[in-house]
């Protein structure tokens, strides 16, 4: 091996030694790397370790780090014990070629470099300011250096000139006098490809030049691919032994390797596979490959090898060639699935690059949608996603697939549903892209499994946002996914625990327009996300609900409770039948006079939902003809008032106030009611006792109609206490400015009350005074007698 440092020949080791220096608030630092002989290792151990100790702990900084540095040192030195000292021979060698360094009057300052050969040559490589030379016994031309090449030098002459590392002058002019000779100078062509990768500007234009002059076609030239090894390896160490002038050099190096194309192929392919620590060269050599395009496709095995290099920079490089080979670089297809997992983003990126490039079949991508790594299921999508018009069809397939297999209990079930749910989703982010594949999508709506369910009312969602509010969109979904016969499976969704799945099943069965004998049994469904989604359809339906809804509502008027097996559950139907006709609004007034039959049902929660349908539908209701006609016809005139009078009782004041102003259109056929219309003077909600004394006027207008069918409590207080105060409280708030004239009033119709008890008169305001310490007296009056006047109804 040759050492790094001193150039000897002589076993080394790989090491890597630290150095640190502080500085309170700053530090300095330095390292050697590389393969060091014996005398090497211990001399830079020992000067780094010494440093460390006595400079390396100022600062908190260095004080943290300096411990690490001398134990990574130490352990490092250790490593090296058994290393075999530096041969006097190696040393006599280097001395040696010193001592002709100096005889031929070569740059004292440059350091001497070798590189490996065969074993089985007995030529040495000498590497001097970075030029590179086979030597034998008489390596060295033995050129006067007082002249230079001229035009009587022979081509021979100048090639030797061309090689002259001493001069550049005289390879500058070597290469300017081989320009004119022509193709007779097409021996010349290797050292001139040499010398365009001179250390010298001038040298390299020159021999540049020169090569096009004798061979404009140089790049397929024999001569030319005799240099191509030299070259390639002259490349390499431009990247590893880095100079000042390395940069322009390298990248005249990348420029040739470039216009040589396709010779240069296997040489730079060979280098890029090479066990090398050193990544530059490699790197760029993958990107001169990548320039020279379909010409380097010979290098797509050596490309697919460093795909697994330990260098994310390597892999990267890798996988942009392969990209620009496409379709050529198919093999790699394995390895780029393995970089898809790469944890570095960076790689990942070069490699979805590369797979959308080599442009694989969608039947290859497939099973990586449900792969273990997310990083790999991310990246396909994305694939798939940039190849969408050719990926739609067996995006498709899939789905067609799991909707018409599914129920039959196939293999790999959750295999197959993973892959199903994924690809729905890809084809929602496809967005509109993907319209023509929503006829397919329509048959998840309707599958068994919750998850497909959910991920098509998805990808729906995504290909076109508006499809709900959409009703054509809506029918043509439901015709694909089989018309009438998928009502049930719609039916099912809507006791999906997911809302956007049960509104989309709701506006599948809205559409549909034919699902209203399956939805009426919902309305009392256990679930109430069903009960409710039920509803709501049946509303939206609208006027198409309404022969269904009538039969429910009139079977439960007119039915008894022994003609019906479950009365309550009935009930219940009949009260949503009820809150449906009513949410319908005006466009149901064909049902009213059924809805009037429930008026006098026995059920309360019947004949309230009945009020309140009959309210929404027409606000004035109580003056249809139509509904007291209906109610007669039920039961008779007298039968229909009685039943109407026991709605007066009802414990909701809603209900009371209707059968009152019903009770109206019957006029003087309702007298009977009379007595029972004046308890309802004193109800508790005014606008009841308004409607009875209106009642009262309109069926009974004599004066003597209230002296004849009241009680006399009633007939006296049925004046004064005639306001809209809904408690004592609030009653009482309004006497605070009453006369004592009013207040004696107030006192004499107490006693009346209570039938001349002053006794009971003055306990019980002495009651309400000790819970209302704070009222006045002509309000604790006022209490007592709103009371006595509530009990007494």
Same mark, same amino acid.
């Given at each position: ?118 074993? &089985? ?80 500007? *001038? ?79 490699? %790197? ?50 394995? /390895? ?21 490039? %080599? /442009? ?38 899939? !789905? ?12 790999? !079930? ?51 946002? &508006? ?11 439901? *015709? ?29 069965? %809205?559409?549909? /327009? ?71 609004? *005006? ?23 009945? !009020? ?19 109610? !007669? ?144 007296? &002509? ?15």
């Amino acid at each position: 091996m040759i050492c790094k440092c001193c150039g000897a020949e002589a076993p080394t080791k790989y090491v890597e030694f630290y150095q640190n220096i502080g500085a309170l608030f700053v530090r300095y630092h330095s390292q050697i790397k590389g393969n060091l002989c014996k005398s090497c290792v211990n001399k830079y151990f020992w000067r780094f370790t010494l440093i460390n100790l006595t400079l390396g702990w100022w600062g908190v900084l260095s004080f943290c780090l300096t411990p690490f540095l001398i134990l990574n040192n130490i352990i490092r030195y250790l490593g090296t014990l058994r290393l075999q000292s530096v041969t006097g021979s190696s040393t006599a060698r280097i001395g040696e070629k010193q001592r002709n360094n100096s005889a031929t009057k070569f740059h004292s300052s440059e350091r001497v470099q070798r590189d490996h050969l065969d074993p &089985d040559s007995s030529k040495l490589l000498v590497r001097e300011r970075d030029k590179s030379w086979i030597n034998t016994t008489d390596d060295r031309p033995n050129l006067p250096r007082e002249s230079g090449p001229s035009s009587d030098s022979s081509i021979e002459d100048l090639i030797e000139y061309l090689r002259c590392v001493n001069n550049s002058e005289f390879r500058r002019l070597a290469a300017e006098l081989l320009a004119p000779i022509g193709p007779t100078a097409t021996p010349a062509m290797s050292a001139l490809l040499i010398a365009c990768v001179d250390v010298d500007a *001038s040298v390299r234009k020159a021999a540049f030049d020169a090569l096009n002059s004798i061979d404009p076609n140089w790049t397929h030239n024999s001569e030319t691919q005799k240099a191509l090894p030299r070259l390639t390896k002259e490349f390499k160490h431009l990247y590893c032994f880095k100079k000042s002038y390395s940069e322009e050099v390298s990248k005249a190096a990348d420029k040739l390797l470039r216009q040589i194309g396709k010779p240069a192929v296997s040489y730079l392919a060979n280098l890029i596979v090479e066990e090398e620590d050193k990544i530059e060269y490699k %790197i760029h050599a993958i990107w001169i490959l990548k320039d020279i395009g379909s010409d380097a496709t010979s290098a797509v095995p050596q490309l697919i090898q460093v795909l697994s290099c330990k260098a994310s920079k390597v892999r990267i490089a890798a996988a942009e060639a392969l990209a620009n080979f496409r379709t050529a670089a198919k093999a790699a297809i394995p /390895e780029i699935f393995v970089g898809l997992a790469d944890r570095d983003v960076d790689v990942r990126e070069a490699m979805l690059t590369c797979l959308v490039a %080599i /442009e694989p079949e969608v039947a290859d991508l497939l099973p990586f949608l449900v792969h273990k790594n997310p990083n790999v299921r991310e990246a396909v999508a994305d694939a798939l996603i940039q190849i969408r018009p050719q990926a739609l069809p067996a995006l498709t397939a899939v !789905v067609l697939q799991w909707c018409t297999n599914s129920k039959a209990g196939t293999e790999n !079930v959750e295999t197959n549903q993973k892959m199903t749910e994924a690809v729905l989703q890809l084809l929602g982010k496809f967005g509109p892209d993907a319209s023509v594949a929503m006829p397919t999508i329509a048959l998840a709506l309707v599958d068994p499994n919750p998850t497909i369910k959910l991920a098509a009312v998805r990808a729906l969602e995504n290909i076109d946002r &508006d499809w709900l509010s959409d009703p054509a969109v809506v029918k043509a979904i439901v *015709s694909f996914a089989g018309g009438e016969a998928a009502i049930p499976e719609l039916i099912v969704g809507l006791a999906d625990q997911n809302e956007d799945v049960r509104k989309a099943m709701m506006a599948c069965l %809205i559409a549909t /327009e034919t699902a209203v004998p399956d939805l009426l049994p919902l309305l009392v469904d256990k679930n109430p996300n069903v009960r409710e989604a039920a509803l709501d359809i049946l509303i939206q339906i609208g006027s198409h609900t309404l022969p269904a809804l009538i039969r429910i509502v009139s079977q439960g008027c007119t039915k008894s409770r022994t003609d019906i097996d479950n009365v309550e559950q009935y009930q219940k139907m009949t009260e949503a039948a009820l809150q449906v006709l009513g949410e319908i609004g *005006s466009d149901a007034s064909l049902a009213m006079p059924t809805i009037a039959l429930a008026l006098v049902a026995p059920n309360p929660t019947i004949k309230l939902a009945a !009020v309140r349908a009959l309210g929404n539908i027409d606000h004035n209701w109580v003056s249809n003809p139509a509904i007291v006609k209906a109610i !007669v016809s039920l039961a008779g005139a007298e039968a229909a008032i009685s039943k109407i009078v026991v709605g007066f009782t009802d414990r909701n004041s809603d209900v009371r106030k209707a059968m009152v102003r019903c009770l109206v259109q019957f006029g003087a056929t309702a007298k009977p009611a009379v007595p029972n219309l004046q308890r309802l003077l004193t109800d508790l909600d005014p606008e009841v006792r308004k409607a009875a004394a209106d009642a009262l006027m309109q069926i009974d207008p004599k004066p003597t109609a209230i002296e004849k069918h009241a009680d006399p409590p009633s007939r006296d207080t049925l004046g004064k206490y005639f306001r809209p105060e809904p408690s004592a409280s609030a009653q009482a708030s309004h006497i605070h400015s009453k006369s004592s004239s009013q207040l004696h009033s107030l006192k004499r119709d107490l006693l009346r009350l209570l039938q001349g008890d002053s006794q009971a008169c003055q306990r019980l305001i002495e009651l309400e005074r000790r819970k209302n310490p704070q009222r006045k007296e &002509d309000e604790l009056y006022e209490i007592v007698i709103y009371q006595l006047v509530r009990d007494r109804r």
